[in-house]
């Protein structure tokens, strides 16, 4: 089966990022791995594949890991087996947040190491966010670092964390406190993962799509707002629509703001306050877009509250959300009403913070965002409203 390329899309880095481009490919029907790296008759570089034992369930990756197992082995496969074939290794790890570790962005280099790989190798991560951060982070580590490609298999992924060259991992119970910017060479995008994710990852990777809606597109404002059944059914159309309206409004961005010293950082709507919920919740507990709609709530709230924003405003952004699922209350009900102080901690331990106030990201209306420094006494009245 050879796979059909429905769209291309060039993301050009600025000339002072010291990086070229990344270049995401879209494709229809369903994922076919093999079509892609495995349709030349010998390869000639040695290429790392990384993946997680949920992926490597899916029915679509049988052949292409019977490039490196027999069939029968399929089922049986643990976390942090390694397998060889030729020149192309395979190491597939635990799956989620939870593994979202330096111990595991380790353990690819020490597989790369094994294998003897030299700078003219490739890693390639075939999963979500949590595969693409740590594969990329690893590749960039690597002998000072070598390529990467990534393969999305989330909507999370595709509409955000695998595009731009955030890299990295969990450290001390923190989100993403250590990485680097490094962004992968190329993307290959198969719509036809989503069917397969479990709907509270499908939710997750909404967020992400709405707070992107939120800051650049009235048009799929509109589409959250009037499409709602269709967006909940996976219709394929929409589907294709969020991941590839994302996707080129993230490149966007990031070609203006590789390093993230200003427009980039209105990207992290909804982040700040998302993050430490994550953090306190426990980590891998409460799904990142989970996290990012409850906090996108919570900067509504703020904004009205800074007089910054109409109360229709922050109403009809709470009101999208909750319609989606979220949960939008100023507590979540997976936290008691006395973790207020360890979410303000954990805000202000945020990467993003440059001085002792919380640096957060608040609209005045949708599409128009800015960058705001706050006191602890205005966050805590939206955590305790």
């Known amino acids: 089966m050879s796979v059909k390329e429905t769209d291309t899309f060039v993301l050009k880095y600025p000339e002072t990022s010291g990086f070229d481009k990344s270049t995401i490919h879209f494709y229809s029907g369903e994922a076919d791995l093999t079509s892609i790296y495995f349709n030349q008759e010998e390869n000639s570089i040695k290429r790392l594949f990384v993946t997680d ?98 393969v999305p298999t989330t909507l999370l992924a595709d509409v955000d964390a695998a595009i731009g060259g955030k890299t990295g991992c969990d450290f001390d119970s923190y989100k993403n406190m250590i990485g680097a910017f490094y962004p992968a060479r190329a993307l290959h995008v198969f719509s036809s993962f989503i069917e397969n994710l479990p709907q509270k990852e499908y939710i997750s990777g909404l967020a992400e799509a709405i707070k992107t ?35 080129k409004a993230k490149a966007s961005v990031v070609y203006e703001d590789f390093k993230e010293k200003g427009r980039r950082a209105f990207l992290n709507l909804g982040h700040t306050f998302g993050h430490a919920l994550e953090s306190v919740a426990g ?34 952004c709470k009101s999208i959300l909750a319609s989606y699922g979220y949960d939008t209350k100023s507590i979540p009900s997976c936290l008691s009403a006395d973790k207020t102080e360890e979410l303000l901690k954990a805000m202000h331990k945020d990467k993003k913070n440059n001085s002792s106030s919380v640096r957060v990201i608040i609209q005045k209306d949708f599409q128009d965002t800015l960058i705001k420094e706050v006191s602890d006494s205005d966050i805590l009245k939206v955590l305790k409203a």
Not at 130 to 145: I, N, P, Y
Not at 283 to 301: I, N
Request: proline share 2%; glycine share 8%.
């Open 53 to 150: 034992t949920n992926i490597a369930g899916l029915s679509c990756m049988k052949s292409f890991l019977c490039h490196f197992m027999k069939a029968e082995d399929i089922s049986s496969i643990k976390i942090d087996s390694t397998y060889s074939a030729g020149n192309d290794c395979l190491l597939i790890l635990g799956p989620g947040e939870s593994f979202k570790t330096i111990q595991n962005v380790l353990k690819i280099v020490s597989t790369a190491l094994d294998a003897d790989f030299n700078r003219n190798s490739l890693f390639i991560s075939i999963g979500g966010g949590v595969l693409c951060d740590m594969t990329g982070f690893a590749a960039s580590m690597f002998k000072r670092g070598i390529e990467v490609e990534f």
């Open 213 to 247: 809606a939120f800051l650049f597109s009235p048009e799929m404002t509109k589409l959250f707002k009037e499409k709602k059944e269709e967006v909940l059914k996976r219709d394929p159309v929409i589907v294709n629509r969020l991941i590839s309206e994302c996707a």
């Open 283 to 316: 980590l891998g507990s409460v799904t990142h877009g989970e996290g990012v709609a409850w906090g996108s709530a919570r900067a509504a709230d703020l904004a009205f509250n800074l007089g910054l924003c109409t109360k229709e405003y922050a109403d009809e």
